[in-house]
């Protein structure tokens, strides 16, 4: 087979559903070390490679990337299958697939390791170049000019170290107060009783000093935020925006048996996930039907949360953004692009924010992840920010963020009102209590509890529209009537399930 080219399709079409969903178990890092350096046989090299391409492939995006990364993904895997001749180590075989290929993947969510090292897609972005977050700055910096008097600070413990998660504090610019809100990390559990700390302090601040704020200036500093969870930036556009929110539209899942199986190796399937919230394994379906096709998890288009007039924020906010800005940090500008007089200083955001879910262990011993479910926003970029990233309205590049917005005019580059949306807002407005107690909203669709109802209904109507074609074939074959009367019987007890479940 050595110097054969053979097409993609081809190469994917040669490793089974069987050999893509065995069990694989991760290495540990002395076996991981080990595998490194080990022999590869061409069969093997030839077996990896399909595995990974196939595995890219199934990526829920895959077919909305550039015809241009699509192509040189494509042609990459190609010409390295076709390459294939000798024994190579394992290290450094799979370290050259990745590096040719990853770059294309438009998400930078999507992963893959290989020994000690994690690749990511999209290819390398550029460092930051607009100053450190505000909770390690102000350790090195003098702000007594801005009168900065500090109100808290939160660190979480990782591994004997203390790491800053947040800070508030104040400050003045003349006669301007100002609060600034600096959050650098999000490592912590996406609870109210993982960051009451934080809420209580923001809520007392915000709340006593309403009018003097609605007057002044909120700065929230995310830069060098990477992502994890989005409780303290949910909170704050919440209270700020004084009602619910509308940040995603709705979310889609590759309905393939590939992607399931990608989707159940996730976090969200794991006991020490799913038990808390009620759930059993017996209670996670085990689906046996499947369209092919990218199917909706939940959509919110049909309700709309307004920004409350009467309750709401209406001084002027400044988000501090960099290119380390990702994942659930990213949520610093599409959560509050719905707020009026919001300000984005710094410069792109990674684009890295869609939520990948699908990890799994790969036959080499290491893992991957792919997005086998998909995030719409509501933001006018929203449709279109992988790798790309969100732009500020002020780009500094190579000048600190927060003394450009320290030292700025305060309008000067500030959208005014409310932005334009990708898609137009249901007419259904809906006023709603937001309470930080409650845990995870279904519009999240990131836990088996919320997931688990949305595939059911999906697999139900996959049953419902393979028992059609059944009683289509059978009553258009005329010859026996049967099993068309049994299959309307079983699509009415399905919708009658459907129906239920929907009460």
């Not at 990459?76 to 076709?82: C, D, G, K, L, S």
């Not at 960099?322 to 949520?331: C, N, Y």
Request: charge should be neutral; include cysteine; charged fraction near 30%.
């Amino acid at each position: 087979m050595s110097g054969k080219r053979l097409s993609f399709e081809q190469i994917t079409a040669s490793i089974s559903d069987e050999e893509m969903m065995k069990p694989y178990q991760a290495a540990g890092k002395a076996q991981a070390a080990e595998n490194d350096l080990r022999p590869l046989t061409p069969e093997q090299q030839r077996f990896y490679l399909a595995f990974y391409a196939r595995a890219a492939r199934e990526h829920v995006s895959f077919e909305s990337f550039s015809a241009e990364n699509q192509a040189k993904f494509k042609s990459a895997i190609e010409q390295m299958y076709a390459d294939i001749s000798s024994v190579r180590k394992q290290g450094e075989f799979l370290r050259e697939m990745i590096e040719k290929t990853a770059k294309y993947i438009e998400d930078r969510h999507f992963e893959a390791s290989v020994g000690k090292e994690t690749f990511h897609g999209g290819g390398t972005k550029e460092k930051p170049s607009v100053g450190d977050n505000f909770s390690f700055a102000k350790r090195k910096k003098d702000y007594s000019a801005y009168d900065y008097q500090s109100v808290a600070d939160g660190y979480t413990e990782i591994e004997g170290q203390k790491i800053p998660t947040w800070s508030v504090g104040t400050m003045k610019i003349g006669d301007e107060d100002v609060l600034i809100v600096s959050i650098p990390n999000l490592c912590r559990p996406n609870t109210y009783e993982g960051w009451k700390d934080f809420i209580d302090t923001f809520d007392k601040v915000y709340s006593e000093n309403k009018e003097k704020w609605d007057k002044g200036r909120i700065i929230i500093d995310v830069r060098g935020n990477r992502g994890g969870e989005d409780k303290p930036i949910d909170h704050i556009a919440k209270r700020l925006y004084g009602n619910m929110l509308n940040t995603y539209k709705r979310c889609k899942i590759k309905d393939t048996p590939l992607s399931d199986y990608f989707l159940h190796k996730h976090g969200a399937y794991k006991p020490q996930n799913y038990e808390p919230v009620g759930l059993t394994a017996e209670d996670l379906i085990r689906r046996q039907n499947f369209s092919g096709e990218h199917k909706v998890i939940f959509d919110e288009t049909e309700v709309y949360y307004p920004f409350n007039e009467a309750t709401g924020y209406r001084g002027k906010t400044d988000i501090l953004v960099d290119r380390d800005v990702g994942s659930s940090a990213e949520s610093a500008y599409t959560s509050f692009y719905h707020h009026p007089n919001v300000r984005y200083i710094g410069e792109n955001t990674a684009g890295m924010q869609q939520y990948t879910q699908g990890t799994f262990n790969t036959p080499w011993g290491g893992k991957m992840r792919v997005a086998v479910t998909k995030l719409t926003y509501w933001d006018k970029e929203g449709e279109n920010i992988e790798v790309v990233g969100h732009k500020p309205d002020i780009d500094c590049a190579g000048k600190d963020a927060l003394e450009v917005a320290l030292t700025l005019g305060v309008d000067e580059g500030r959208v005014l009102g409310f932005r334009e949306k990708n898609e137009k807002p249901s007419e259904n407005l809906v006023y709603a209590d937001y309470d930080p107690k409650t845990t995870a909203e279904a519009r999240k669709a990131y836990t088996a509890k919320y997931l688990e109802p949305a595939i059911a209904k999906i697999e139900m109507q996959n049953k419902i529209n393979d028992l059609k074609k059944r009683t289509k074939e059978a009553v258009d074959s005329k010859t026996n009537r049967e099993p068309a009367k049994q299959t309307i019987l079983e699509i009415a007890a399905l919708k009658h399930k459907i129906n239920q479940n929907e009460e």
